[in-house]
Protein backbone atom coordinates (compact mmCIF):
# COMPACT_ATOMS: atom_id res chain seq x y z
CA UNK A 1 0.00 0.00 0.00
CA UNK A 2 1.41 3.48 -0.63
CA UNK A 3 0.93 6.54 1.77
CA UNK A 4 1.30 10.06 1.23
CA UNK A 5 2.09 11.47 4.70
CA UNK A 6 0.88 15.38 4.08
CA UNK A 7 3.19 17.88 6.14
CA UNK A 8 1.38 21.17 7.38
CA UNK A 9 2.51 22.02 10.95
CA UNK A 10 4.63 19.50 11.97
CA UNK A 11 8.05 19.71 10.59
CA UNK A 12 9.35 16.91 12.40
CA UNK A 13 9.77 12.77 12.78
CA UNK A 14 10.18 12.40 16.83
CA UNK A 15 6.30 12.42 18.03
CA UNK A 16 4.84 12.31 14.41
CA UNK A 17 1.33 10.43 14.47
CA UNK A 18 0.81 10.84 11.11
CA UNK A 19 4.19 9.90 9.74
CA UNK A 20 4.22 7.09 12.20
CA UNK A 21 0.91 5.49 11.54
CA UNK A 22 2.06 5.54 7.11
CA UNK A 23 5.04 3.68 8.17
CA UNK A 24 3.54 1.02 10.28
CA UNK A 25 0.55 0.46 7.30
CA UNK A 26 2.07 1.60 4.15
CA UNK A 27 4.96 -0.31 2.04
CA UNK A 28 5.57 3.33 0.19
CA UNK A 29 5.58 6.60 2.09
CA UNK A 30 5.35 9.50 0.49
CA UNK A 31 6.41 12.60 1.90
CA UNK A 32 5.05 16.04 0.87
CA UNK A 33 4.60 19.56 1.32
CA UNK A 34 2.44 22.05 -0.19
CA UNK A 35 3.05 25.60 -0.85
CA UNK A 36 0.05 27.62 -0.03
CA UNK A 37 0.12 30.13 -2.81
CA UNK A 38 -3.24 32.07 -1.55
CA UNK A 39 -2.21 31.85 1.66
CA UNK A 40 1.36 33.13 0.18
CA UNK A 41 -0.18 35.89 -1.75
CA UNK A 42 -1.72 37.46 1.26
CA UNK A 43 0.73 38.05 3.03
CA UNK A 44 -1.25 37.22 6.32
CA UNK A 45 1.88 36.42 8.19
CA UNK A 46 5.67 37.90 6.62
CA UNK A 47 8.92 37.21 6.02
CA UNK A 48 10.79 35.76 9.41
CA UNK A 49 7.74 33.52 9.35
CA UNK A 50 8.50 32.32 6.13
CA UNK A 51 12.17 32.07 6.24
CA UNK A 52 11.60 30.13 9.70
CA UNK A 53 9.54 28.12 7.73
CA UNK A 54 11.86 27.17 5.30
CA UNK A 55 14.58 26.70 7.46
CA UNK A 56 12.47 24.07 9.06
CA UNK A 57 11.57 22.51 5.92
CA UNK A 58 15.38 22.40 5.50
CA UNK A 59 15.77 20.19 8.47
CA UNK A 60 13.06 18.04 7.54
CA UNK A 61 14.22 17.31 4.30
CA UNK A 62 17.92 16.50 5.51
CA UNK A 63 16.38 14.31 8.25
CA UNK A 64 14.60 12.19 5.66
CA UNK A 65 16.92 12.45 3.36
CA UNK A 66 19.49 10.75 5.79
CA UNK A 67 17.22 7.70 6.02
CA UNK A 68 16.68 7.42 2.30
CA UNK A 69 13.24 9.75 2.26
CA UNK A 70 13.11 12.06 -0.26
CA UNK A 71 10.50 15.16 0.67
CA UNK A 72 8.57 15.83 -2.51
CA UNK A 73 6.96 19.31 -2.43
CA UNK A 74 4.58 21.08 -4.27
CA UNK A 75 3.68 25.03 -4.78
CA UNK A 76 -0.33 26.13 -5.53
CA UNK A 77 -3.58 25.75 -4.40
CA UNK A 78 -3.49 23.06 -1.14
CA UNK A 79 -6.52 20.97 -2.75
CA UNK A 80 -5.88 20.84 -5.91
CA UNK A 81 -1.97 19.34 -5.50
CA UNK A 82 -2.98 17.06 -2.81
CA UNK A 83 -5.75 15.71 -4.84
CA UNK A 84 -3.53 16.21 -7.76
CA UNK A 85 -0.82 14.19 -6.74
CA UNK A 86 -2.64 11.42 -4.57
CA UNK A 87 -4.16 10.65 -8.79
CA UNK A 88 -0.55 10.84 -10.29
CA UNK A 89 1.31 9.01 -7.61
CA UNK A 90 -1.50 6.04 -7.70
CA UNK A 91 -1.74 6.87 -3.73
CA UNK A 92 -3.94 4.39 -1.92
CA UNK A 93 -3.95 6.30 1.63
CA UNK A 94 -3.07 10.12 2.35
CA UNK A 95 -2.27 10.71 6.56
CA UNK A 96 -1.85 14.43 8.10
CA UNK A 97 -2.02 15.66 11.50
CA UNK A 98 -5.19 17.85 12.09
CA UNK A 99 -5.30 21.87 12.49
CA UNK A 100 -8.02 23.74 13.67
CA UNK A 101 -8.13 27.04 12.22
CA UNK A 102 -11.37 27.75 10.40
CA UNK A 103 -9.89 28.13 7.19
CA UNK A 104 -7.75 24.88 7.81
CA UNK A 105 -11.01 22.81 8.31
CA UNK A 106 -12.38 23.74 5.58
CA UNK A 107 -9.40 22.98 3.47
CA UNK A 108 -9.15 19.53 4.95
CA UNK A 109 -13.08 18.84 4.87
CA UNK A 110 -12.51 19.71 0.93
CA UNK A 111 -8.98 17.58 0.65
CA UNK A 112 -11.34 14.78 2.01
CA UNK A 113 -14.23 14.75 0.22
CA UNK A 114 -12.32 14.93 -3.52
CA UNK A 115 -9.68 12.13 -2.43
CA UNK A 116 -12.64 9.92 -1.54
CA UNK A 117 -13.96 10.69 -4.91
CA UNK A 118 -10.74 9.17 -6.62
CA UNK A 119 -11.06 6.51 -4.15
CA UNK A 120 -8.01 7.18 -1.95
CA UNK A 121 -8.63 7.05 1.82
CA UNK A 122 -7.95 9.56 4.39
CA UNK A 123 -6.33 9.05 7.85
CA UNK A 124 -6.09 12.18 10.27
CA UNK A 125 -4.60 12.27 13.66
CA UNK A 126 -4.68 14.68 16.82
CA UNK A 127 -0.95 16.49 16.69
CA UNK A 128 -0.64 20.07 17.25
CA UNK A 129 -2.42 20.20 20.92
CA UNK A 130 -2.23 17.48 23.79
CA UNK A 131 -6.23 17.59 24.29
CA UNK A 132 -8.04 18.57 20.94
CA UNK A 133 -11.69 20.85 21.95
CA UNK A 134 -14.15 17.99 22.29
CA UNK A 135 -11.43 16.63 25.13
CA UNK A 136 -11.65 18.65 27.39
CA UNK A 137 -15.07 20.33 27.83
CA UNK A 138 -17.39 21.55 31.22
CA UNK A 139 -19.56 19.23 33.00
CA UNK A 140 -22.60 20.11 30.75
CA UNK A 141 -20.45 19.21 27.36
CA UNK A 142 -20.27 23.05 26.13
CA UNK A 143 -17.05 24.88 25.14
CA UNK A 144 -14.79 26.20 28.26
CA UNK A 145 -14.63 30.25 28.14
CA UNK A 146 -12.71 30.41 31.54
CA UNK A 147 -9.21 29.17 31.27
CA UNK A 148 -9.26 29.04 35.23
CA UNK A 149 -12.24 26.22 34.33
CA UNK A 150 -9.94 24.57 31.79
CA UNK A 151 -6.64 24.67 33.08
CA UNK A 152 -8.33 22.14 35.73
CA UNK A 153 -10.26 20.35 33.40
CA UNK A 154 -6.83 19.87 30.94
CA UNK A 155 -4.79 18.17 34.11
CA UNK A 156 -7.89 16.00 35.22
CA UNK A 157 -7.52 15.11 31.67
CA UNK A 158 -3.75 14.17 31.22
CA UNK A 159 -3.33 12.46 34.87
CA UNK A 160 -6.16 10.09 33.71
CA UNK A 161 -4.73 9.57 30.14
CA UNK A 162 -0.91 10.28 30.69
CA UNK A 163 -0.37 10.83 26.97
CA UNK A 164 2.42 9.12 25.55
CA UNK A 165 4.94 10.17 22.97
CA UNK A 166 6.11 8.12 19.78
CA UNK A 167 9.62 8.15 18.82
CA UNK A 168 10.73 8.63 15.56
CA UNK A 169 10.06 5.34 13.45
CA UNK A 170 12.31 2.63 12.65
CA UNK A 171 10.43 1.82 9.87
CA UNK A 172 11.22 4.89 8.37
CA UNK A 173 14.15 3.50 5.95
CA UNK A 174 15.05 3.87 2.33
CA UNK A 175 13.11 0.21 1.75
CA UNK A 176 9.88 2.79 2.49
CA UNK A 177 11.25 5.02 -0.70
CA UNK A 178 9.09 5.41 -4.20
CA UNK A 179 10.77 6.19 -7.22
CA UNK A 180 9.74 9.74 -8.13
CA UNK A 181 11.59 12.64 -9.85
CA UNK A 182 13.63 14.34 -7.87
CA UNK A 183 11.86 17.73 -6.95
CA UNK A 184 13.84 20.90 -7.39
CA UNK A 185 16.02 22.49 -4.37
CA UNK A 186 13.04 24.50 -1.72
CA UNK A 187 12.50 27.53 -2.79
CA UNK A 188 14.05 30.48 -1.19
CA UNK A 189 12.31 33.18 0.47
CA UNK A 190 12.48 35.68 -2.71
CA UNK A 191 11.17 32.38 -4.02
CA UNK A 192 8.27 32.79 -2.33
CA UNK A 193 7.70 36.76 -2.64
CA UNK A 194 9.13 37.50 0.58
CA UNK A 195 12.48 38.81 2.08
CA UNK A 196 15.13 37.28 3.00
CA UNK A 197 15.58 37.23 6.67
CA UNK A 198 18.59 36.44 8.99
CA UNK A 199 16.69 34.26 12.07
CA UNK A 200 17.64 35.27 15.33
CA UNK A 201 15.87 31.80 16.58
CA UNK A 202 17.16 28.93 14.74
CA UNK A 203 15.24 26.64 12.71
CA UNK A 204 14.36 23.05 12.43
CA UNK A 205 13.83 19.88 15.09
CA UNK A 206 17.34 19.49 15.78
CA UNK A 207 17.56 22.86 17.25
CA UNK A 208 14.15 22.78 18.76
CA UNK A 209 15.20 19.72 21.36
CA UNK A 210 18.56 21.21 21.79
CA UNK A 211 16.58 24.35 23.13
CA UNK A 212 14.07 22.31 25.32
CA UNK A 213 16.34 20.58 26.92
CA UNK A 214 18.97 23.51 27.81
CA UNK A 215 15.39 25.08 29.08
CA UNK A 216 14.09 22.28 31.12
CA UNK A 217 17.71 21.81 32.85
CA UNK A 218 17.50 25.53 33.64
CA UNK A 219 15.81 28.24 33.34
CA UNK A 220 12.65 25.97 33.95
CA UNK A 221 13.28 25.90 37.58
CA UNK A 222 13.11 30.08 37.93
CA UNK A 223 10.78 30.48 34.76
CA UNK A 224 8.19 32.59 37.43
CA UNK A 225 10.73 35.08 37.93
CA UNK A 226 12.77 34.97 34.78
CA UNK A 227 9.77 34.47 32.29
CA UNK A 228 8.58 38.34 33.12
CA UNK A 229 12.43 39.83 32.67
CA UNK A 230 13.23 40.80 28.89
CA UNK A 231 16.75 40.98 29.41
CA UNK A 232 16.99 37.90 30.96
CA UNK A 233 17.00 34.47 28.89
CA UNK A 234 14.44 33.12 31.32
CA UNK A 235 11.95 32.02 28.85
CA UNK A 236 11.78 28.93 26.72
CA UNK A 237 11.71 30.77 23.49
CA UNK A 238 9.87 27.66 22.39
CA UNK A 239 6.71 29.14 20.49
CA UNK A 240 8.13 29.14 17.05
CA UNK A 241 8.94 25.59 16.97
CA UNK A 242 5.13 24.89 18.46
CA UNK A 243 3.86 27.15 15.66
CA UNK A 244 5.53 25.01 13.17
CA UNK A 245 5.86 21.72 14.74
CA UNK A 246 9.42 20.77 15.07
CA UNK A 247 8.88 20.22 18.77
CA UNK A 248 5.73 18.49 20.42
CA UNK A 249 3.35 19.97 23.07
CA UNK A 250 3.33 16.11 24.58
CA UNK A 251 7.16 16.00 24.29
CA UNK A 252 7.64 19.41 25.93
CA UNK A 253 4.93 18.62 28.65
CA UNK A 254 6.92 15.93 29.60
CA UNK A 255 10.27 16.67 29.69
CA UNK A 256 9.12 19.59 31.52
CA UNK A 257 7.36 17.38 34.50
CA UNK A 258 10.36 14.94 34.18
CA UNK A 259 13.26 18.17 34.93
CA UNK A 260 11.29 17.83 38.59
CA UNK A 261 13.24 14.48 39.07
CA UNK A 262 16.45 15.33 38.72
CA UNK A 263 18.85 15.64 41.29
CA UNK A 264 19.90 19.50 40.73
CA UNK A 265 17.64 22.37 42.07
CA UNK A 266 14.40 21.82 40.93
CA UNK A 267 11.14 24.09 41.57
CA UNK A 268 8.16 22.64 41.28
CA UNK A 269 5.76 25.90 41.15
CA UNK A 270 8.31 27.23 38.25
CA UNK A 271 7.38 24.01 36.08
CA UNK A 272 3.69 24.16 36.35
CA UNK A 273 3.86 27.47 35.60
CA UNK A 274 5.36 27.15 32.64
CA UNK A 275 2.95 23.84 31.62
CA UNK A 276 0.25 26.48 32.76
CA UNK A 277 1.63 28.90 29.27
CA UNK A 278 1.39 25.45 26.92
CA UNK A 279 -2.64 24.63 28.77
CA UNK A 280 -3.11 28.75 27.47
CA UNK A 281 -2.17 27.66 24.14
CA UNK A 282 -4.54 24.70 23.60
CA UNK A 283 -7.19 27.27 25.65
CA UNK A 284 -6.75 29.62 22.94
CA UNK A 285 -6.95 26.74 20.19
CA UNK A 286 -9.77 25.30 21.78
CA UNK A 287 -11.64 28.72 21.48
CA UNK A 288 -10.90 29.60 18.21
CA UNK A 289 -12.35 25.64 17.09
CA UNK A 290 -15.39 26.66 19.29
CA UNK A 291 -16.11 29.99 18.52
CA UNK A 292 -14.55 30.85 14.61
CA UNK A 293 -16.12 33.73 14.88
CA UNK A 294 -13.30 35.33 16.91
CA UNK A 295 -11.43 35.34 14.23
CA UNK A 296 -13.63 38.27 12.45
CA UNK A 297 -14.64 39.78 15.76
CA UNK A 298 -14.66 40.31 19.36
CA UNK A 299 -15.44 37.01 21.39
CA UNK A 300 -16.95 39.23 24.21
CA UNK A 301 -19.31 42.71 22.61
CA UNK A 302 -17.99 44.79 26.29
CA UNK A 303 -19.13 48.27 26.51
CA UNK A 304 -15.60 49.81 25.95
CA UNK A 305 -14.37 53.08 24.75
CA UNK A 306 -14.86 53.50 20.85
CA UNK A 307 -11.40 53.15 18.72
CA UNK A 308 -10.04 56.35 18.12
CA UNK A 309 -11.46 57.18 14.52
CA UNK A 310 -9.86 56.35 11.34
CA UNK A 311 -7.52 59.82 10.35
CA UNK A 312 -4.42 61.86 10.17
CA UNK A 313 -3.75 61.67 13.99
CA UNK A 314 -4.71 57.95 14.16
CA UNK A 315 -2.18 56.99 11.53
CA UNK A 316 0.49 59.40 12.95
CA UNK A 317 0.35 57.41 16.46
CA UNK A 318 -0.06 53.65 15.14
CA UNK A 319 2.85 54.63 12.57
CA UNK A 320 4.46 55.86 16.08
CA UNK A 321 3.86 52.45 17.88
CA UNK A 322 4.51 50.85 14.76
CA UNK A 323 8.05 51.69 14.63
CA UNK A 324 8.72 51.84 18.21
CA UNK A 325 8.72 55.72 17.97
CA UNK A 326 6.44 56.41 21.11
CA UNK A 327 8.87 58.32 23.77
CA UNK A 328 7.94 55.41 25.78
CA UNK A 329 11.39 53.39 26.00
CA UNK A 330 9.61 49.86 27.21
CA UNK A 331 7.35 50.40 24.68
CA UNK A 332 9.67 51.21 21.87
CA UNK A 333 11.88 48.51 22.89
CA UNK A 334 9.25 45.92 22.33
CA UNK A 335 8.28 47.44 18.74
CA UNK A 336 12.04 47.70 17.91
CA UNK A 337 12.62 44.57 18.88
CA UNK A 338 9.56 42.51 16.68
CA UNK A 339 10.87 44.27 13.86
CA UNK A 340 14.55 43.61 14.18
CA UNK A 341 13.92 39.91 15.31
CA UNK A 342 10.39 38.52 14.42
CA UNK A 343 9.90 38.08 18.12
CA UNK A 344 9.00 40.02 21.13
CA UNK A 345 9.04 38.64 24.74
CA UNK A 346 6.20 38.03 26.52
CA UNK A 347 5.74 40.60 29.13
CA UNK A 348 6.38 43.14 26.70
CA UNK A 349 4.03 41.86 24.21
CA UNK A 350 1.27 42.59 27.08
CA UNK A 351 2.82 46.00 27.49
CA UNK A 352 2.75 47.06 23.61
CA UNK A 353 -0.93 45.79 23.23
CA UNK A 354 -1.88 47.59 26.59
CA UNK A 355 -0.55 50.53 25.10
CA UNK A 356 -1.78 50.99 21.59
CA UNK A 357 -5.52 49.76 22.98
CA UNK A 358 -5.84 52.13 25.73
CA UNK A 359 -3.45 54.83 25.34
CA UNK A 360 -3.92 55.11 21.89
CA UNK A 361 -7.45 54.22 21.65
CA UNK A 362 -6.40 52.14 18.20
CA UNK A 363 -8.28 49.08 17.43
CA UNK A 364 -6.91 45.77 18.82
CA UNK A 365 -7.10 44.03 15.45
CA UNK A 366 -5.09 46.72 14.06
CA UNK A 367 -2.09 45.68 16.20
CA UNK A 368 -3.36 41.30 16.25
CA UNK A 369 -2.81 41.82 11.94
CA UNK A 370 1.06 43.72 12.63
CA UNK A 371 1.78 41.53 14.66
CA UNK A 372 0.81 38.65 12.06
CA UNK A 373 3.09 40.19 9.76
CA UNK A 374 6.18 40.25 12.04
CA UNK A 375 6.46 37.58 14.43
CA UNK A 376 8.04 34.43 13.49
CA UNK A 377 5.86 32.52 15.93
CA UNK A 378 2.34 34.18 14.10
CA UNK A 379 -0.70 31.67 14.81
CA UNK A 380 -3.91 32.75 14.70
CA UNK A 381 -5.28 31.02 17.73
CA UNK A 382 -2.74 32.61 20.26
CA UNK A 383 -2.12 36.00 19.06
CA UNK A 384 -5.65 36.38 18.49
CA UNK A 385 -6.46 35.08 21.78
CA UNK A 386 -3.93 37.36 23.42
CA UNK A 387 -4.70 40.50 21.50
CA UNK A 388 -8.53 39.98 22.83
CA UNK A 389 -7.51 39.18 26.43
CA UNK A 390 -5.28 42.91 26.09
CA UNK A 391 -8.46 44.25 24.70
CA UNK A 392 -10.86 42.90 27.47
CA UNK A 393 -12.86 41.53 24.77
CA UNK A 394 -11.31 38.39 24.93
CA UNK A 395 -12.25 35.19 27.67
CA UNK A 396 -11.33 36.18 31.25
CA UNK A 397 -12.17 40.10 30.20
CA UNK A 398 -11.70 42.32 32.51
CA UNK A 399 -14.00 45.33 31.38
CA UNK A 400 -11.11 47.32 30.31
CA UNK A 401 -9.64 47.95 33.09
CA UNK A 402 -6.64 46.19 32.55
CA UNK A 403 -4.53 49.33 31.74
CA UNK A 404 -0.62 48.51 31.84
CA UNK A 405 1.30 52.09 33.13
CA UNK A 406 4.48 51.38 31.05
CA UNK A 407 6.70 53.48 33.43
CA UNK A 408 5.85 50.64 36.15
CA UNK A 409 6.34 47.77 33.42
CA UNK A 410 10.03 49.17 32.62
CA UNK A 411 11.01 50.22 36.36
CA UNK A 412 9.89 47.21 37.45
CA UNK A 413 10.51 44.06 34.83
CA UNK A 414 14.01 46.24 33.08
CA UNK A 415 15.47 47.65 36.37
CA UNK A 416 18.71 48.60 35.19
CA UNK A 417 17.62 49.35 31.95
CA UNK A 418 19.37 46.86 30.34
CA UNK A 419 16.69 45.68 27.78
CA UNK A 420 15.85 49.42 27.05
CA UNK A 421 19.54 49.73 25.90
CA UNK A 422 19.95 47.00 23.50
CA UNK A 423 17.28 47.90 21.63
CA UNK A 424 16.83 51.34 22.20
CA UNK A 425 20.43 52.73 21.57
CA UNK A 426 19.61 56.47 21.73
CA UNK A 427 19.23 55.81 25.05
CA UNK A 428 22.80 53.82 26.12
CA UNK A 429 23.99 56.60 27.62
CA UNK A 430 20.93 57.64 29.87
CA UNK A 431 21.59 57.36 33.71
CA UNK A 432 19.61 53.94 35.11
CA UNK A 433 17.85 56.63 37.41
CA UNK A 434 16.89 58.51 34.03
CA UNK A 435 16.14 55.82 31.34
CA UNK A 436 12.47 54.76 32.04
CA UNK A 437 11.45 58.04 31.77
CA UNK A 438 14.10 60.28 29.51
CA UNK A 439 11.47 62.96 28.65
CA UNK A 440 11.87 64.20 32.69
CA UNK A 441 15.89 64.78 31.84
CA UNK A 442 17.12 68.48 32.01
CA UNK A 443 18.51 70.15 29.06
CA UNK A 444 22.18 69.62 30.83
CA UNK A 445 21.08 65.78 31.61
CA UNK A 446 20.29 65.32 28.30
CA UNK A 447 23.59 66.94 26.47
CA UNK A 448 25.18 64.76 28.85
CA UNK A 449 23.85 61.74 28.04
CA UNK A 450 23.75 62.64 23.92
CA UNK A 451 20.29 62.24 23.87
CA UNK A 452 18.00 65.41 22.80
CA UNK A 453 14.63 64.57 23.62
CA UNK A 454 12.35 65.45 20.37
CA UNK A 455 15.91 65.09 18.32
CA UNK A 456 17.42 61.98 19.27
CA UNK A 457 14.59 60.39 20.78
CA UNK A 458 10.95 61.51 20.75
CA UNK A 459 9.35 62.99 23.17
CA UNK A 460 6.47 60.93 24.70
CA UNK A 461 3.38 60.92 21.87
CA UNK A 462 0.47 60.84 24.31
CA UNK A 463 0.30 61.38 28.86
CA UNK A 464 -0.35 58.25 29.85
CA UNK A 465 -2.03 59.16 32.98
CA UNK A 466 -4.22 61.31 30.65
CA UNK A 467 -4.78 58.88 27.98
CA UNK A 468 -5.73 55.97 31.34
CA UNK A 469 -8.31 58.80 32.94
CA UNK A 470 -9.48 59.50 29.29
CA UNK A 471 -10.17 56.05 28.54
CA UNK A 472 -11.70 54.96 31.91
CA UNK A 473 -13.92 58.47 31.69
CA UNK A 474 -15.10 57.08 27.80
CA UNK A 475 -16.18 53.18 28.83
CA UNK A 476 -18.43 54.86 31.85
CA UNK A 477 -19.77 57.02 29.86
CA UNK A 478 -20.19 54.14 27.35
CA UNK A 479 -21.83 51.64 30.20
CA UNK A 480 -24.13 54.96 31.48
CA UNK A 481 -26.00 55.01 28.42
Known sequence: MRGIVWFRRDLRLNDQPALTAACESCSEVIPLFVFDEPLL???????????FMLG???????????RGITLQWRRGEPVEEVVHVARAWKADVVYWNRDYEPAAIERDRTVQQQLAQIGVVVRTFKDHVVFEAEEV???????????????????MKWQAMQPTTLPV????????AVSLPAPPPLPSASDLGYEPVTLWIEPGERIAQKRLRRFVEGPIHTYITGRNLPAVDGSSILSPHFRFGTLSARAAVHAALASLAQGRRVS??????????????????????A??????????????????????ERDRLYQAWREGKTGFPIVDAGMRQLNQTGWMHNRVRMIVASFLIKDLRIDWQSGE?????????????????NWQWCASTGTDAMQGYRIFNPLLQSKKFDPKGEYLRKYVPELAAVPTDQIH?????THEDQALAKCRIGIDYPSPIVDHRQARDEYLALGKLQRTR
Open 56 to 66: CLEDLAASLAS
Open 268 to 289: RPDVFIWIDELVWREFFQQVLA
Open 137 to 155: RSATGEPMQRYSAYRARWW
Open 291 to 312: FPRVVDEPFRQVLAPAPRAPGT
Open 169 to 176: PRLLTAEK
Open 437 to 441: APYLM
Open 41 to 51: QSHVFGSACAN
Open 369 to 385: RYFMQRLIDADVAANNG
